[in-house]
């Protein structure tokens, strides 16, 4: 490959930031069934549109194309990291306070895995406290394997 992935993922990462309103939650520039596939996350507070989606993609066409930053066939995909995302970022667990989270703990010291689901109550980059069915618990971010929001729906409403 005549490009540098990095180049590439940095030079992408740093146009999206710049020209639009979005955060980058992800960009990768791999093969995907013998294509080349360039994906874009963005993010924002309030949740990502399917217009957000179209109007990054549009922009990063147009300057892909100007800038000829890729020199193969590829594939464009821009999309949210959805609501059951994989949190990669500080803020992802800042913005999922109060959320109910599925986590997956690694404890080196005792060599074992744990995978539970529990409310995320509070977050530091020190300390993470979720209440789950058997109550508070607190554990350091350095155990967390992953963590992953779980989408809630609303309880059913009791028929009359």
């Known amino acids: 490959m005549t490009e540098s992935v990095d180049k590439i993922?940095?030079?992408?990462?740093?146009?999206?930031?710049?020209?639009?309103?979005?955060?980058?939650?992800?960009?990768?520039?791999?093969?995907?069934?013998?294509?080349?596939?360039?994906?874009?996350?963005?993010?924002?507070?309030?949740g990502v549109t399917v217009e957000d989606c179209?109007?990054?993609?549009?922009?990063?066409?147009?300057?892909?194309?100007?800038?000829?930053?890729?020199?193969?066939?590829?594939?464009?995909?821009?999309?949210?990291?959805?609501v059951e995302r994989?949190?990669?970022?500080?803020?992802?667990?800042e913005r999922h306070i109060g959320c109910m989270v599925k986590w997956t703990l690694i404890d080196e010291e005792k060599g074992s895995k744990e995978v539970f689901r529990a409310r995320l109550q509070e977050f530091s980059p020190e300390?993470?406290?979720?209440?789950?069915?058997?109550?508070?618990?607190e554990f350091p971010l350095t155990?967390?394997?992953?963590?992953?929001?779980i989408l809630e729906f609303p309880p059913k409403m009791q028929r009359e």
């Not at 994989?86 to 667990?93: A, I, W």
């Open 86 to 93: 994989v949190f990669k970022r500080q803020v992802d667990y």
């Open 143 to 149: 155990m967390v394997k992953e963590a992953r929001a």
């Open 9 to 46: 993922t940095a030079e992408v990462r740093r146009y999206v930031e710049d020209s639009f309103s979005y955060e980058i939650f992800d960009v990768t520039f791999k093969p995907v069934n013998r294509q080349m596939v360039l994906e874009v996350v963005i993010d924002k507070p309030n």
């Open 54 to 82: 179209e109007k990054v993609s549009r922009g990063l066409s147009d300057y892909l194309d100007e800038t000829d930053l890729i020199h193969r066939a590829f594939t464009l995909e821009v999309s949210s990291p959805g």
């Open 127 to 137: 300390k993470i406290v979720v209440r789950s069915e058997k109550g508070l618990r």
